[in-house]
């Protein structure tokens, strides 16, 4: 018979409430006795019954925290989320949404912040990046609050682990599509956005793509946009009519139906019959519809919905069983959708 966390307590001179804190990575023990009672737990080989663990959760209350800023992955995001409350159904916890503006890194610093002060159980977190968004989800890590990120990556030490898309991929598979859907040299616009992380990978790995690769094609211009439908549209106009060389886009972030909106506009303006090549990302309804309208060439799908069930059930997983994810790292695989397979 293994030993007990009892006997752990009295050989640690302390209680098993404090051992049990040190077990499940919890506040309010000091380092030097949270060190010594994990060199005991270590010593003696000591393993938590998960099958126990797991009932009395269901006696307990947690409250999970889900961070999202205001971008359209998040609905998809969101539904993956749920279905794996449902599973949980029977153990009590309560999931908690947080939403922010898409580009508010302040907004977002302060809920991850309160989330510390309430000592929420664990969270899923899809950042903007900012530093004080990185700082404020240090402070949950060093409160031993598990948190897992989802879909646009941070450098961050301790995290249970990263879920999303394999974003460098990404850049160099739409590099490639665009090659072969455009006839000739591509003059490219690209546009993007600086609040997360993942639109920049994007970009660069598409640059150094297509700088690589194929160098009969140029990039002629980079615009940022706010991603909302106002500023989408006015940039992506702007950037047209001062490159009227440009032949296709290479979309990062959102906002396409405003983009190609500008598209459709500034065609009219100038009375082109050219469709330029448009590259994006998702199978939003509303993309789906301009691919099957010839407006899109092709969107790479990340899975935005399995992004969700995974991260959420990698949470849900380690507070009631106590499993922790064997990767730091899981990258879902890109998939390339055209007119003729949506």
């Known amino acids: 018979m293994g030993i007990t966390l009892q006997q752990i307590a009295e050989m640690a001179g302390t209680t098993k409430s404090t051992v049990d804190k040190v077990i499940h990575n919890r506040p309010g023990v000091s380092e030097k006795k949270r060190q010594e009672i994990k060199k005991l737990l270590e010593e003696h080989g000591y393993e938590a019954n998960p099958l126990a663990k797991a009932l009395n959760y269901q006696k307990r209350k947690m409250k999970v925290a889900v961070v999202l800023p205001g971008i359209s992955a998040a609905a998809d995001i969101k539904k993956g989320f749920e279905i794996v409350r449902q599973d949980f159904l029977s153990f009590n916890i309560q999931v908690e949404y947080h939403e922010v503006g898409g580009s508010d890194a302040e907004a977002q610093t302060q809920c991850i912040r309160q989330l510390a002060e309430d ?9 903007i990046r900012s530093d004080e968004v990185s700082a404020a989800i240090r402070g949950l890590l060093e409160k031993k609050i598990p948190v897992v990120i989802v879909n646009s990556e941070l450098s961050l030490d301790n995290i249970l682990c990263y879920v999303g898309q394999n974003m460098l991929q990404s850049g160099s598979v739409a590099a490639r599509m665009l090659d072969l859907f455009v006839k000739g040299p591509a003059d490219i616009g690209i546009i993007s956005c600086h609040n997360m992380l993942s639109h920049e990978q994007r970009e660069r790995s598409f640059i150094d793509s297509v700088e690589k690769n194929h160098p009969a094609s140029r990039i002629r211009c980079v615009r940022y946009i706010e991603e909302t439908p106002e500023d ?19 979309i990062t972030c959102g906002c396409v139906t405003d983009i190609c909106r500008a598209v459709r506009d500034y065609r009219d303006k100038v009375h082109s019959a050219v469709q330029p090549v448009i590259i994006c990302y998702e199978k939003y309804p509303e993309i789906i519809r301009l691919i099957k309208d010839n407006e899109v060439a092709c969107t790479l799908n990340g899975g935005l919905t399995k992004q969700g069930r995974f991260s959420m059930r990698v949470l849900f997983e380690y507070l009631v069983y106590d499993r922790k994810p064997e990767k730091k790292r899981y990258y879902f695989n890109n998939k390339i959708l055209i007119r003729e397979n949506i």
């Open 119 to 127: 000592n929420v159980s664990g969270a899923v977190i899809l950042p």
């Open 232 to 250: 989408a549209y006015s940039r992506t106009l702007e950037m047209l009519e001062e490159n009227s060389s440009i032949n296709s886009l290479f």
